[in-house]
């Protein structure tokens, strides 16, 4: 864009771009695209067509799940159109002679660990994460400084409808972590948790809350958060070396987390939050969860803490899930003894997709045998993708604080 | 990144990818870049180098301000040092094989009317727009409904540090607009104007207000954004027709203002950030600036409701910068008498960059030499920019609420 048009366009001078090939009428566009783009666009049969222009490429490809070659049409653009996708959000990628990129017909989102785009197959029952007619909360950008990693970081903060109208009410707090290669934006950006939240108050199926949404990668001073970042690394396509038996890991790790997050957050991130917002005193007003790597990571923290959290949450995401689990002396024995662990873990909850395969079950049949409580819950038809996490977080969310 | 490596990631069996080829070791990445990103980064001398994976391409360009080719070198990926670059944030698309695309290196921003890649060449004099040690406001996302749009819409507020621990205060309100092609965000992403406040309070040069960032994009239902998006319909390079003679346009128009955000702003916008949060009543309490497109906006709304609003202000996008702006007529006579002018605006602000053109220092001397009182300033060394944009809100809200 010159500047020359934009203060034609700024100056009604230049009509409209009418847009020549249109998709068929029956193929909506997604929900995720910039305002205008008409594709990718979806089919009554949830396949998708995509448009991509690269006028001088040889070979152009999306991967959405799985790859898709594109043909050059007689508009000179390249085409595809899949087979059907799942319901939900999904990332994807296209190829240009190569190169891997984001569709620029598409939102950006911070996802695999760069700035990727995404397109969203309408869910029929998705009423629940979309904006209604009901009181709305706010999502805050609050910014802090760490003792532990020494940096400014930042956090969002939900706050339920009506919290500014009461400065009575204390709210109890749900830590909700993203996954790997996502950050402190992907809960209330792709996973839409803010109007999950507003939709569930609003039904009376949910507490009021307060939902604190940090980022997992929280290294010490001169640490590298490569590890966390590998994506990162790995779309300037330098050539990755083989794996070094025996090399140590670059940021410190207990058993799929992060010790100094756990350390950053006890130290600097509740302190702040119960400084700063209006939060209910205790562990009993206390919830941790989080969605993949951000499901181990609370596993990690907050089976270690439990004089500090009542309510836990792993969506894809868990402890366990292996085989190898020992219950008896896992996580320095937290589960040995049910009726202790039951008395002091109000809620367990274990969510997975229907097509992330069978560790998640079978961990949570374990417990359940063990004679520790645990609710288990599967999302029908999704893998590990946001649709599975949106789905999680409305049946995890009811279950607290009660 | 198959879903196995993202298991064996987080299992910790895959060592972190080493970075085989590192810049020199006085290039330093962008703070744009995505965490882990080496490119690129920025020389001494700021001259930039850009490193771009596109293993078939036969053409590699960037583009930020003006063009590079890139070549491809020893390693196989493409590389491009550009001459030195101005202070400041730039966006940058990169050219595969005639793909216009962003760089999979940087975040995103939505700017151009899509989702673009941008580099920020350090400015000596960037410690007003980074985060310090003072207390820090917060940006709230606020959903709300609007009757004339019949849409939900989303803005932005800044409220500002200590807003919810005295119950009592009332705070005035800027209301502040990005440009063409961007949107709510542009300001406390692009702009960082949540951490230029803080700071401007912290040293008391400001006085703590409401700053509430709206979406540009306002039609009726029914009617067409493409106007206003007309860059999300070209990133899917469908060939642009002629203008057509006479053509009426997508969106109902002021004089570079839309007429519909007006209404918008005035129905809904404004009762409903006046019912959320605690704002101090009357126009002197209120104030409504923004840059390039939404400086016009800007003018055309506020010109024409100056019972409403006491302060204005433009960045790159004023009324009047073209030569044949007739004080005496223009925006029904508003200007013409310059002493009730005077007595009803407490602040007119012009800001603009050096690199930009004479038209708004003319116009600012037009007004001047008619009596009519007005702030003008000039961004050294930057062009049509966030650099300009950053400093001209940094020159602005000091004048604001005297």
Redesign the interface.
């Known amino acids: 864009?010159t500047?020359t048009l934009?203060l034609a366009?700024?100056?009604?001078?230049?009509?409209?771009?009418?847009?020549?090939?249109q998709p068929p009428a029956d193929c909506r566009p997604s929900a995720l695209n910039?305002?205008?783009?008409?594709?990718p666009c979806v089919l009554p049969d949830n396949r998708v067509m995509f448009?991509?222009?690269?006028?001088?490429?040889?070979?152009?490809r999306i991967r959405v799940g799985k790859g898709f070659d594109m043909t050059k049409e007689a508009d000179g653009?390249w085409h595809a159109t899949t087979t059907p996708l799942p319901l939900g959000f999904h990332y994807y990628t296209?190829q240009?002679?190569?190169?891997?990129?984001?569709d620029?017909?598409?939102?950006?989102f911070?996802g695999?660990?760069?700035?990727n785009g995404a397109i969203e197959i309408p869910d029929p029952d998705g009423a629940y994460f979309a904006?209604q007619?009901v009181p709305?909360g706010?999502?805050?950008?609050?910014?802090?400084?760490s003792s532990i990693t020494q940096t400014?970081r930042r956090a969002y903060v939900y706050t339920p409808p009506g919290y500014?109208h009461d400065?009575k009410t204390k709210y109890p707090v749900l830590y909700l972590l993203h996954g790997?290669?996502e950050n402190e934006q992907g809960w209330?950006v792709q996973g839409q948790v803010?109007?999950i939240m507003?939709n569930l108050i609003a039904a009376g199926k949910a507490r009021p809350m307060i939902i604190v949404m940090d980022n997992l990668?929280a290294v010490k001073p001169g640490e590298?958060?490569?590890?966390?970042?590998?994506?990162?690394?790995?779309?300037?396509?330098?050539?990755?070396?083989p794996?070094?038996p025996g090399?140590p890991?670059?940021v410190r790790?207990g058993p799929?987390g992060s010790t100094v997050f756990t350390d950053m957050m006890l130290t600097d991130l509740i302190p702040m939050v119960e400084k700063?917002?209006r939060v209910a005193p205790g562990r009993e007003n206390r919830a941790m969860a989080g969605l993949?790597?951000g499901g181990?990571q609370t596993f990690t923290t907050a089976l270690a803490h439990l004089d500090r959290f009542a309510y836990i949450g792993g969506f894809s995401g868990s402890t366990g899930g292996r085989g190898d689990f020992d219950l008896k002396t896992a996580h320095d024995g937290v589960f040995a003894d049910a009726a202790a662990f039951n008395k002091k873990v109000k809620v367990l909850f274990l969510g997975i997709g229907s097509e992330e395969g069978p560790g998640t079950k079978a961990f949570s049949e374990k417990l359940t045998q063990a004679g520790i409580h645990n609710v288990f819950f599967e999302s029908a038809g999704t893998a590990?993708e946001w649709l599975t996490w949106r789905r999680s977080f409305r049946e995890f969310a009811p279950l607290l604080f009660r």
Chains 1, 2 share one sequence.
Do not use: C
């Open positions: 864009m500047r934009l366009l700024l100056a009604g001078v230049v009509a409209p771009a009418a847009v020549s090939a910039i305002p205008g783009a008409p594709y448009r991509v222009a690269a006028p001088e490429a040889q070979k152009v653009l296209v240009v002679d190569g190169a891997i990129v984001a620029p017909a598409t939102r950006s911070f695999g660990g760069w700035w904006p007619d709305h706010e999502v805050r950008q609050r910014w802090y400084h400014w500014d400065a790997w290669g209330h803010d109007l507003d990668n590298s958060a490569a590890l966390y970042f590998a994506r990162g690394v790995l779309t300037q396509a330098v050539p990755e070396p794996p070094t090399a890991p670059a790790r799929l700063t917002y993949s790597m181990f590990h």
